[in-house]
């Protein structure tokens, strides 16, 4: 299978980052083809609602790095959101890249496989119901399929993830990707 990881975080040794990296682990493992895009390592502009993409060819009036990660999107049948949470959200840089959707909106309705991998500092599994609540709304509306959660909490500083044991769910997430 196709799989897309986009990443939230911009810090180098990011917890989500980590996360991330282990599933892409199982993933390959598996045979599967993994790409990997870093939204805050990008130039990407959030949707400016100016509807540009509805009267043309589905091409954004900004011309930045979303053109990069564009059919990626449209090819892949897993996509995987690894994401830092910020003020119970998801980061903004991977939330710009999320609402530039809207430009191929029609073309991405249906048959994508969904997992979600979130770290935190907090220390309650429940600091993480907000994302995982808009990430399964637009899902659903999607009529994408979310079919696994990592939900890292209690991480601060970068790498506090090493040796937890959410990468090894991660990780097998990977592995076990199913149709
Ligand atoms: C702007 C900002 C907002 C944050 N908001 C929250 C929050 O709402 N809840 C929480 O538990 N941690 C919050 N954190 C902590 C991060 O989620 C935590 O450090 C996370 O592990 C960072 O992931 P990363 O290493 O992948 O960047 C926030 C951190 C920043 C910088």
């Not at 682990?25 to 502009?45: M, P, S, W």
């Not at 589905?58 to 790095?65: A, I, L, N, P, T």
């Amino acid at each position: 299978m196709h799989v897309l990881v986009l990443t939230g975080s911009h810090r180098r040794h990011s917890n989500s980052s980590a996360l991330a990296e282990k599933f892409i682990e199982g993933a390959t493992t598996a045979g599967h083809q993994v790409k990997r895009f870093d939204c805050a390592l990008h130039n990407i502009g959030g949707c400016l609602g100016c509807n540009f993409c509805k009267k043309g060819d589905g091409s954004c009036c900004q011309k930045d790095d979303f053109a990069l990660v564009r059919q990626d999107i449209l090819d892949a049948d897993v996509i995987v959101f690894a994401s830092p949470i910020y003020y119970y959200g998801l980061s903004a840089q991977l939330k710009a890249v999320i609402d530039r959707f809207y430009a191929i909106d029609e073309k991405i309705h249906g048959h994508k496989h969904v997992y979600l991998l979130l770290s935190y500092a907090d220390t309650a599994l429940s600091t993480a119901d907000a994302s995982e609540t808009h990430v399964r709304a637009f899902c659903q509306y999607l009529d994408w399929n979310v079919k696994g959660v990592v939900r890292a909490h209690s991480l601060t500083a970068e790498n506090d993830i090493q040796g937890r044991p959410e990468l090894e769910n991660a990780y097998a997430m990977g592995l076990n990707l199913a149709r």
